[in-house]
């Protein structure tokens, strides 16, 4: 990749997706087979998984080929190496890694519990790190490759009942700058994304709650797909996507 000013092909590439089977991953998920990547989707919730595959597989053109699931929780380290592993076992290689997985619980800080704590904590920012230190060598040993994180416009603007999720973030983003910096003279892009409100079932449970004005899944899914095509000469670091005309208070 070193001095190579063109795009990469996709088609040859294999990428893991955490998070893959709803949401933004499920949408990168989608954006990277029809670019004719290999890709392995990970999640918590077996039946997610599941019902996440049959949709993908359904594109055609061999798609079911160059799809695997793998049931992991990001928050374990053993289970994050395992899910890196999967993708090198079943599909010969990792190319690109990116971090989807995310758990947001909005509480007052006087009323949130450890356990949730540990859970924003461990998955935002903890499962990235266990996900990016088993991917290292895998693209190390490729001759380099890319690993984008998706964060939060709210990484910079805290609200109330926001604090883990914000705090998460804001870390994520601190770790993606760092590790770009790490990285990049192995031929290794880091870049993280920040989208704002997205219609999604994340925060609300309900994905159609002001789909006409937020950011689809899809378009989340293109930046990151914009990204990894992106001439190896220059690398946007860090791309904010937001609603162009979020509805007024």
Not at 102 to 119: E, K, L
Not at 216 to 225: H, I, K, M
Request: aromatic share 4%; with cysteine; proline share 4%.
């Amino acid at each position: 990749m070193s001095g190579d000013a063109r795009a990469p092909d996709l088609s040859r590439q294999v990428a893991l997706v955490t998070g893959g089977s709803r949401g933004i991953g499920l949408a990168t998920a989608e954006a990277l087979l029809a670019a004719g990547a290999g890709v392995v989707i990970t999640g918590r919730d077996q039946s997610q998984l599941d019902e996440a595959r049959a949709r993908l597989a359904r594109g055609g053109s061999g798609r079911g080929q160059r799809l695997h699931q793998v049931r992991a929780d990001v928050r374990d380290p053993h289970d994050a190496a395992a899910a890196v592993g999967a993708a090198v076992e079943r599909l010969g290689a990792l190319d690109i890694l990116v971090n989807n997985a995310g758990v947001g619980i909005f509480r007052n800080v006087s009323d949130m519990d450890v356990s949730s704590w540990h859970d924003v904590i461990g998955t935002n920012l903890s499962g990235v790190f266990f996900c990016c230190h088993a991917a290292i060598p895998h693209l190390r040993r490729r001759g380099g490759g890319y690993i984008v994180n998706i964060s939060s416009l709210s990484a910079t603007n805290p609200f109330a009942q926001g604090a883990a999720y914000c705090a998460s973030k804001a870390g994520l983003n601190a770790f993606s700058e760092s590790l770009m910096q790490e990285l990049r003279y192995d031929d290794i892009r880091v870049s993280c994304v920040l989208p704002g409100s997205v219609a999604t079932k994340f925060a609300q449970g309900d994905s159609s709650k002001g789909a006409d004005w937020k950011v689809a899944p899809s378009e989340v899914a293109d930046v990151v797909v914009n990204l990894l095509r992106h001439p190896a000469r220059s690398m946007p670091s860090r791309v904010e996507i937001r609603p162009s005309k979020p509805a007024k208070k």
